[in-house]
DNA sequence: TTGTAGGCGTTATCAA
DNA sequence: TTGATAACGCCTACAA
């Protein structure tokens, strides 16, 4: 593989003329950059990145942690879509992504933060991971620029991207009572999960706003998973026929309380409204199709780009990004009376 | 970040022993290799990748080039999938893998060829590219070795993973067949698809054993798009109310000719039999649930590592790895008669 | 068992 | 406008 050194020679020239000619920098004539150029490219010339990085001490390179990459089954498309977002603007930055997954089958060795050490990541993205996750501790006190994906954490060089989780679950449990139903139950994901918090809350908020009182025991934990929502459903609507409305933290758990209800013989939506919540690509094609609280992922992963760029630039930022969702209306909710 | 220069000071050694108490070598003695990892420890010392590849020329790193990779509304889990288990398997033979995309925004100068030269990646797997695309032929003759999915390409450092599909398709329509359909059409994809051909080759494979007589003309282009598999089949559907079942090359193109026959009042399955190919997550949640051929994406990821891992250790290999298929029977296929 | 010295490919500093 | 030279952090003959 051809080096600057190579081309100086061939060009009659020292490798320091060399590196400025492809650098773009003005203090070399043009006429010896043209070529250098031409035998930088007939040589088929690609500099050394690594190299470079060594001396310039910038990998242009930023880490994606992701917990619970390999595992199989994951339905919703929700990592994936982040991941497009971000790699898209990352690389508009001239930074490429490198992954990393913690639970490989040999049990890795080295930490998270080792690992990003190694690599000289400028920066690092965090996504999926619980609160309480070892990692998530080892890499915000590593001291490397980091953005979380739905975790509320800043301090130096660390914020968060995520969504309007109150108000989206405010905005669907207000749309039910719009639509006439006031014995609402919430099935909620695990109390790990800080999105968790947040919807019930919004949650809370529209039952309030609307006068109705709301018992405990209709917030049930799904746990974010398809068979423990069904399970947790099948009991509650069992015990609970005047339920007439289910809001759901995640859409794999509306599809649970789906299963649940057909079971039972209660047919959605004319016995039972349900809302979910992210709009994966599966809510549009269930049957029936599923009303949800749309989150734009793709956004989310641009937005902790955006985010983890203005750390490195040593930009001034409040380190979180909020966005915006939105409610998606479909077929699986019905007007009461 | 501390270097060997700042633990061979601290412990009073050179930085050759540093280095080889670290890395294992048995030419040190115990004790100082004790005192030197504490050492290395107490300084959160990790080596940098970049300057060990510098000298070792490994840069323990694969290239993943995902066309269309940004593009939103991907609904087949497909590349994730694939990409789930290359990261997981790669991660077990030490290897990181870094993300390139081709269609970014800002028209990237770079070709492919190019960011896996500067990287220095020691191989680079592709996936979702067109037999046409300009970045194949960049790669396969820039002599980085290279593993394609669903491409069949064979050469010296160039293989590829893909599934049997003309197996896969044959099984399909047999099933169908066997059923006591025989107006089997076959919604095909785009003719720039090598699985296309093959899955052609299975469909009438199984209809000349069944004695049954194709028509050219029942063998449709959906260019594995929904809409347009939709269009064609709303189209076909009308002219052709004798048909019985529909092969389709794939699940997203099953669930348009399911859209299609909605709007014509053709009820799947009693008056059209349709089977998918992919089994992407949606088959499952589809109404009816979409009976498909089911490819492991999962494996093929890992598989394609298997192979470059063949390549750059210099394995003998015939650089072909062709997985099997499975035929998931759910609800959109009836028995006839 | 340990140390010295050279080099990997690049950029940066300084002098010519 | 150019060139010599010294880094960057690591590994590895070779010598001690």
């Known amino acids: 593989m051809a080096t600057v050194k190579d081309i100086a020679k061939q060009a009659g020239v020292s490798v320091t003329t ?6 773009g920098y003005d203090d070399v004539s043009e006429k010896t950059r043209a070529r250098i150029r031409e035998i930088a490219e007939s040589l088929n010339y690609s500099p050394n990145a690594m190299a470079r990085s060594l001396v310039t001490n910038q990998s242009k390179t930023i880490g994606l942690l992701v917990s619970g990459l390999s595992e199989e089954g994951a ?10 977002g971000l790699n898209d603007r990352a690389s508009e930055y001239g930074y490429d992504l490198i992954l990393f997954n913690t639970n490989s089958a040999k049990q890795r060795v080295k930490s998270y933060a080792q690992l990003c050490r190694e690599r000289r990541v400028e920066g690092v ?5 619980k609160v309480d996750d070892p990692y998530l501790q080892e890499v915000i006190e590593s001291d490397i620029p ?10 130096k060089n660390v914020g968060y991207v995520t969504t309007d989780n109150v108000l989206g679950a405010y905005e669907a449990v207000r749309y039910l009572i719009k639509q006439g139903h006031e014995a609402i139950a919430f099935m909620n994901g695990h109390e790990k999960a800080y999105v968790s918090g947040k919807r019930l809350e919004g949650y809370n908020q529209a039952m309030a706003e609307a006068g109705v009182p709301v018992d405990a025991s209709w917030v049930l934990n799904g746990e974010f998973s398809e068979p423990v929502a069904r399970d947790q459903a099948l009991r509650f609507l069992q015990e609970h026929r005047e339920v007439t409305a289910m809001f759901c933290s995640s859409d794999l758990m509306a599809l649970g309380v789906m299963q649940a209800s057909k079971r039972l013989g209660v047919t959605v939506p004319k016995d039972l409204s349900i809302v979910g919540y992210d709009d994966i690509v599966i809510a549009e094609y269930a049957h029936p199709s599923l009303t949800t609280v749309a989150q734009d992922k793709f956004q989310m992963g641009s937005a902790a780009a955006d985010l983890l760029m203005d750390f490195l630039q040593g930009k001034e930022t409040s380190g979180e990004k909020i966005l915006p969702t939105n409610l998606v209306i ?7 009376r």
């Open 125 to 129: 993205i965090l996504q999926g991971v």
């Open 18 to 23: 060399v590196s400025r000619a492809l650098n």
């Open 75 to 84: 339905k919703d498309h929700f990592t994936f879509d982040v991941l497009n």
């Open 146 to 155: 980091c953005v979380l994906i739905d975790i509320p954490i800043t301090g």
């Open 330 to 336: 479909r077929d699986s909710v019905t007007r009461l």
